[in-house]
């Protein structure tokens, strides 16, 4: 009698502890299926690692409260040249998802984000924007010249492709994702309108920007502006004594009043133009500093994409009126 109840307390025993583990066994497909990543402070955020500040800016926006973003390049960092350390390394490899712009902007990274993508999802952003819009990159020896975001209307494609990724990966929150996308979009369509309206405020003949790199040949397409840089697309050559010979007497021909400085660019072949056009008689003065390849500091309205693009088109009107 008591062998035969001593085995029935056994066979109790293992059925619940089978129901136990059932259960668990539920609760982590459960958990599998609706993705929901802790962040370090405990909070169920998506961690996010973007390359550059504007595409930090684009995540946070349409993200809001349910990612945790975290951008690599800072205020004043060259992309071009931009080497990743062990310390970024450790922040994509620790992301959910990676977001970079890609048409060799990060060329340096290459290695890094195709081996990134083997393991979790990698975005470039530029990817849904029509090849035949694109600009040539033949200056810095790659098909397309990858600074998009000077157009604004290829920036909301690139704001669409994170919502997109964001809710995909993360369905449980899609509805907020598109919502918040819709929102900046919005502010988008307000800002390409408003940069229009303040480059018609200048003479046509006075449209012409002047720059160390050539950055801007989208907002040029975009915006009526006659673009010319010293570097060409890549900051990775140097400006030879020959392109600021023949850039000198562009502007002292045509009378051009100001060229200007980038923030994440040495202004060294800047201020020989200058120089050379003081030579010859020619008053040539800095316009101001422009954001390219980054944004302003954290915190500043320069900080952000559309304050970035606002403090450029106001530098470049005020300093060609």
């Not at 619940?16 to 993705?35: F, K, P």
């Not at 051009?256 to 040495?266: D, L, T, Y």
């Amino acid at each position: 009698m008591f062998i035969r109840a001593s085995q029935r307390r056994r066979r109790a025993v293992r059925a619940a502890a089978l129901v136990l583990i059932a259960g668990c066994l539920a609760a982590a497909l459960t958990a599998c299926g609706e993705r929901s990543p802790s962040s370090p402070g405990g909070t169920d955020k998506l961690k996010v690692t973007a390359t550059i500040g504007m595409i930090a800016d684009v995540a946070g926006e349409v993200g809001g409260d349910h990612v945790q973003v975290t951008g690599l390049m800072k205020a004043g960092v060259d992309p071009h040249l931009f080497k990743a350390s062990e310390g970024d390394i450790a922040k994509l490899d620790g992301a959910d998802i990676i977001f970079y712009n890609g048409l060799h902007l990060e060329g340096k990274m290459v290695d890094i984000l195709e081996n990134m993508g083997k393991k979790k999802r990698v975005v470039a952003v530029s990817d849904p924007i029509d090849r035949s819009k694109l600009r040539s990159g033949s200056q810095m020896q790659t098909e397309y010249d990858p600074h998009i975001w000077f157009d604004v209307r290829h920036w909301m494609t690139a704001t669409e492709a994170v919502r997109d990724a964001l809710a995909e990966l993360d369905p449980k929150h899609a509805a907020d994702y598109r919502a918040n996308a819709e929102a900046y979009l919005g502010q988008l369509r307000d800002l390409h309108d408003e940069v229009t309206e303040k480059i018609n405020t200048l003479p046509e003949e006075s449209r012409v920007l002047v720059t160390a790199h050539d950055a801007f040949g989208y907002f040029g397409d975009a915006y009526g502006v006659k673009v010319m840089g010293l570097q060409g697309i890549s900051t990775a050559s140097e400006a030879g004594t020959k392109d600021v010979t023949d850039l000198r007497d562009y502007l002292v021909e045509n009378k051009i009043k100001a060229v200007f400085i980038e923030s994440s660019v040495p202004r060294k072949a800047i201020d020989a133009v200058i120089q050379g056009a003081k030579e010859k008689g020619h008053d040539l003065k800095i316009g101001g500093e422009l954001f390219s390849d980054a944004m302003g500091e954290e915190g500043t309205p320069e900080g952000s994409y559309i304050g970035m693009v606002r403090h450029n088109v106001d530098t470049i009107v005020a300093a060609l009126k």
